[in-house]
């Protein structure tokens, strides 16, 4: 399996702009997350799915950011409008059901000017 | 609720000297903990697990850590630092009925010649 797939790895936009973040998860697995990280406030998981359906949204900061996830193979994360606060480096995360570990992507370095 | 405090944000250690990276835990239910490492511009991967079986867990590249229920503790140990070891470590807990990770702010381990 190539692992979690995670497109941009890199996104520079303005403030204002829309921002879309995708994941695939690993084949098979029924749980996907979504993490933020930065140096302030460390690794922040904003939201997880099982089996499509989002389970825990309390970590989303605010209205702007949504996360959807249409089908077992793909998840987006979208920012609306971005912000420079939104700056950070963003990780998808899957696992299989009572396997306990999460397999996690490569990331997206999100900057907003 | 869980949460993780990791002594020491940066540590640092000779080639060939003992690795000790320190985690506490805090949990109202039997815990399970992990020890994940995150090299530059990568995602987390995961080092070592426990899940109730021994205490003593062997993780891959010689690490390994120890589940003390009465020093609430899972520190991360290797006998022999390599320069390949240089990276970012984090603790995690989730509690047994949910799939959340509560990670900890993270250890920057540096390994000198």
């Known amino acids: 399996d190539a692992g979690v797939i995670q497109s941009p790895r890199h996104e520079v936009t303005e403030m204002g702009q829309e921002v879309t973040l995708r994941c695939k998860p690993i084949s098979g697995h029924d749980y996907l997350f979504w993490y933020r990280q930065t140096m302030m406030r460390g690794l922040e998981l904003l939201i997880y799915f099982n089996n499509n359906v989002p389970i825990d949204d309390s970590g989303m900061p605010e209205d702007r950011f949504s996360a959807k996830m249409p089908n077992a193979s793909f998840s987006t994360l979208k920012i609306q409008p971005s912000e420079p606060r939104d700056s950070a480096v963003y990780f998808c995360a899957s696992s299989g059901l009572a396997e306990y570990t999460q397999y996690f992507g490569p990331g997206t370095r999100l900057t907003v000017l | 609720a869980q949460s993780v405090t990791q002594l020491g944000s940066h540590v640092s250690v000779s080639e060939g000297a003992l690795v000790l990276l320190r985690c506490n835990y805090s949990s109202s239910v039997p815990p399970y903990l992990f020890w994940y490492v995150q090299y530059p511009n990568q995602g987390l991967q995961l080092l070592l697990k426990y899940t109730s079986a021994a205490t003593l867990v062997k993780g891959i590249n010689g690490f390994e850590a120890e589940f003390k229920k009465s020093e609430t503790s899972f520190h991360l140990t290797k006998p022999s630092a390599h320069m390949s070891d240089a990276a970012e470590y984090f603790c995690?807990?989730?509690?047994?009925?949910?799939?959340?990770?509560?990670f900890g702010t993270g250890t920057r381990l540096q390994v000198f010649p």
């Open positions: 995690a807990v989730s509690a047994r009925n949910t799939d959340k990770l509560i």
